[in-house]
Each structure stands twice: as structure tokens, then as C-alpha cells.
């Protein structure tokens, strides 16, 4: 590696120049990127011929990158007065090397054009940034500041989702943490964070597309859990493996061919399997509540995802819109979203099971009466003549109006003048069932308070 000075500015640069007939090629401008310019030599390598800016063609320091974690393998060729030579990425305008997230080149230019060899990679969805090295430092700065918000509050939902599952011990919640741990996973290689950790070593070029692969095998499964569609889709379990075998099988496919049509393949996929299970709620929409809750936010999630998924790879102007800052605020929006609506069908569903547990155990406690009612009658032969009568009112009662035998128990509390909190103490059951059973009594007997109550029994 050589250093060479222009106006007292030390810049590194390999040895080699760009090889000769490339400025030569027949470039076509790449479709949606007015400045970039493509073609492939006879080796099949693509290049790309750039121009900087007008207001920059001054001579003075810029700082090029392609902010992509996806075009980090390539040759940056620029003229530093004797011609196109290559220089080394992460070297400051000092000579120092430096950590950044993408491969980062400080030059100085004595054409207004400059070259990328990009061997054999795709030039989809590809972008570039020429800009003053002050620019540049304040666009990172707000960057690094926005990029470390959305990972302190996807770690912090993590952590909470976590908590949540030991304290309710449902696995929504660990199945949401892995949703958020993938995602966040997503966003951290895109914001191209492991090439500045691994100090630009580290390197797979499918990582993105395997990771995406996984976040829409667990978003289809976690909204097939959250919505319980077990019953409303008895057969998730057959449709789904072979959805999720073409989801890994198109994106292993790509990995080895590099064939677009299993990358668009694998897209579809990406998004039809969780958005059967968001049809499935938008079905349920009226009638189920947690449909609503999940559908606005995870749809939103979605839909976003794909228009940025296809001005990624299309090129759609207009779509330019959707692009990955867009994509990190929609999501912040539904971690918060998501994660309270998850917590609120929990404690639903277990104030549910907790009025059914005292339900059974209310009428456990009535079998355990009548056992020993029975018990009694088998002793004394027919019971008491005395009791025939109250038997005999107990009867009518019940055939009259329908009643329980937990309402019996009730209303006989209430013929002796017991408390709502008397008549749980006794009957071991919440105050709340108590009013719930005071409230079915008052509506089958017809009447609006204990004293009408107890005219109904004295009347018999």
C-alpha cells in the first residue's frame, strides 16, 4: 500500500489502476438512478461508471459509500491526477484507519467521474453517496442516534415479552420475543452494524434473505397463536409445513443459484403465509375483538414492508417514499402496539379461566352438599316428615323458575337475610360471582330487590 499527498491530505491507494478499456465500455444508465451508468466487460464483470455532483467538482475532499450491507464486496476506482487508481476503503483524510458501517472512501478527485467493479453482483436496488466529509459526519451522527433508539426499545420489548412469559407462562409471548429478536436482527445488518463490529470482516451475502425467511415463518405462527384460530382453521397445521418448506426450500434455491426468479419466489412466500392468517382475521374482524387490535398494526407492519420490498428490487419511483427509516418507525409503532394488546388478551384470558375455576369449584361444592344430603336421607330412612315441606318448596322453585343449584344456595341465603359477602364467605366463592348469581336470581324470579325476593318464597 502506497500513501500519496495532495495538498497535504494523505490518502492510501493500491498499486493498480483501473484496467484499460473500461472507460471505454458502453454504459446504460441504470433505470431510477439518473447519475449511475452500467456494463459488463468481457469478463463479466459489472462496473459502474458515477458522477459527482456539480456543486461538488471542486477539487476538494468527499467521502464516498454505498450504504448497503449487501454491496460491500466491490472496487471504488477514482482519479487522484494520474489517472483511475483503487483506493482502500476506511482510510481518513489523515492516512487513519477507521471503523465505519459500510465501506467508506475519503478522496479527492481530478475527474468528475468515478468507477465501481462490482465483479459479479447484481446492481438491483443499489445506491450511492458522494458527499463533504462535514455532511457526511453530522447524516451519521443523526443516524447512529435514531438507529440506537429503535434497538434500545426492540431490546427493551424483547426483555418485557420475556418477563411476561415467566409471570403468564404463555408462549405468545416467547414467540412475539422471537419475532422482535429476528427483526431487530434485520435492522442491525441492514444499518450495516456487523460490518462496523467485526471492523468490515464480517460478511454473508444471503444472511438478510435467511433471516427474512425466519421472521415470516414466526410472524405467520405467532398471529396464528395470538388470534387462537384453532378452531377456525383445523387444518393450519397441514398447509402450513409445506408453506414453510417453500419458504427455506426457494431461499436455499437462491443461495445456490443465484437465480432472481427463487429471490421474487421466496418474496412471495415471505408475505402470503402470514397473510393468510391476517385474512383469516380480517374475517374475524367484527366478531372478535383481538382481531382488530391485531390486525391494524401487524397489517400496517406489512404492507410498508412490502412497498419497501418492491422499490428495492423494482425501482418504483413512486414507492421511493417507503424507505428504510419509514420501515423502523412503522415497526417501533408496532412494538408498542402489539405488545400491550398481547398483554391485555393474557390477563383476559386468564380472569377467564379464573371465573371458570371458581364456577367448578362451586360446583364441586354442590355435589359435595347433595353427597351429604344423600348420605343423611340413607340414615334416617326417609328423612324427617318435618323436611317435606321445605323439600317440597325447593322443588317448585326450582321447576317454576328454572333455578340452579347454586341460585338455591343463594336464595336461601337471601331468605335469611345474609350480606353478598356473607353469602361468598359461605358458599366459598368471590363477591363477584355472588352479584353475578344475586343478578340471575333477581331476573328469573321477576323481581328487584332481597324483600321481593322473599315474598316469592313466603308465597309458596
Known sequence: VLSISFGQVLYAQYPSKIPSGVSHLKFDVIAGKDSLYTAKDQHGNTWIKGYIPSAMDDG?????????????????????????????????????KIQSRYPLYFFQSAAREYYLNLKHVPVRGIDVEVSRPTAFLHQETVALILNNLYY????????????????????????????????LLIFFYEDGMFYFLSRGVFYMKHYLVWNIAVCAT?????????????????????????????????VLLYTLTEILFFRYLASVFFYLFPGICL????????????????????????LISAFY????????????FFDMHVVRLTHIMGIVGISFILVYKVKTIQDENEMYRESLDSHLHVLETLKKAHTELLKNGNGNEANHPRQEIIAELRSQYDLTERELEVLRCIQERWSNQEIAEKLCISLSTTKYHVGNLYFKLDVKNRKEAQQVIQQL
Open 60 to 96: 476538494m475532499q468527499l467521502v464516498f459509500r454505498i450504504p448497503s450491507s449487501q454491496h460491500t464486496d466491490y472496487i471504488f476506482y477514482a482519479d487522484q491526477g494520474k489517472g483511475f487508481v483503487q483506493l482502500v476503503p476506511n482510510i481518513n483524510i489523515v492516512g487513519q
Open 279 to 302: 385474512y383469516q382475521a380480517i374475517r374475524m374482524f367484527r366478531k372478535d375483538v383481538y382481531a382488530r387490535f391485531l390486525l391494524v398494526p401487524f397489517g400496517v407492519i406489512i
Open 152 to 183: 434500545g426499545l426492540s431490546l427493551m420489548a424483547i426483555v418485557f415479552n420475556i418477563v411476561l412469559y415467566r409471570i403468564f407462562k404463555d408462549r405468545r409471548f416467547i414467540l412475539y420475543s422471537m419475532l422482535q429478536l429476528s427483526l
Open 218 to 250: 414466526l410472524a405467520g405462527l405467532f398471529a396464528y397463536h395470538f388470534l387462537d384460530l384453532k378452531n377456525n382453521m383445523p387444518h393450519f397445521r397441514r398447509w402450513a409445513r409445506p408453506f414453510i418448506a417453500g419458504i427455506f426450500g426457494s
Open 309 to 320: 420490498t418492491f422499490h428495492k428490487y423494482f425501482e418504483w419511483p413512486l414507492l421511493s
